[in-house]
């Protein structure tokens, strides 16, 4: 099946497409189609991603978790989420990758999203920390106090 770009459809044969640089799911033939496709896709693109993070959180993947720590929306993303390796489970509501972390015990994946890093975060990160040298310098994960009920999380 040939690569199509996600935007305008278009097949061409000599058109180097671009995979989305967060979620990887979709192609696209231009910078203009992938501006022009945001609004629509960056929902399917932060959860399909936060599930990515899941994924690498129970697997211990290492390279996934800090390139997908990397995306302040990923990190923060909460999705409804039904784990697939618990025996009668049910679905999370508004789960987020600090819940996996903590339901994995994964403490290392905890340690790579709350460090303090310099290294690449995406364009659209705001945050004026900056360390000795005047690189940006960001905590990526913001943790709740209250979750949606205005209830302490248990794990807080």
């Known amino acids: ?42 929902g399917f693109c932060t959860k399909t991603s936060v599930l990515a993070l899941f994924h690498a959180i129970q697997t211990n993947g290492t390279a996934e978790i800090k390139r997908l720590a990397k995306t302040k929306r990923v990190v923060n993303g909460k999705v409804d989420y039904t784990p697939t390796d618990w025996e009668n489970a049910h679905e999370m509501k508004k789960w987020t990758l600090l819940h996996e972390c903590i339901r994995k015990n994964n403490s290392q994946a905890m340690q790579i999203v709350l460090t303090p890093s310099d290294t690449g975060l995406d364009k659209n990160n705001n945050n004026n920390n900056q360390n000795a040298d005047g690189a940006g310098l960001s905590l990526l994960a913001n943790l709740e106090i209250q979750d949606g009920d205005g209830e302490s999380p248990v794990f807080v």
């Not at 061409?12 to 896709?41: D, L, M, T």
Request: proline share 5%; aromatic share 8%.
């Open 1 to 42: 099946m040939p690569m199509s770009c996600i935007a305008c459809g278009d097949t061409a044969s000599e058109i180097s497409f671009k995979n989305c640089s967060v979620c990887r799911s979709v192609q696209y033939c231009s910078v203009e189609c992938q501006k022009g496709h945001w609004p629509s896709h960056k």
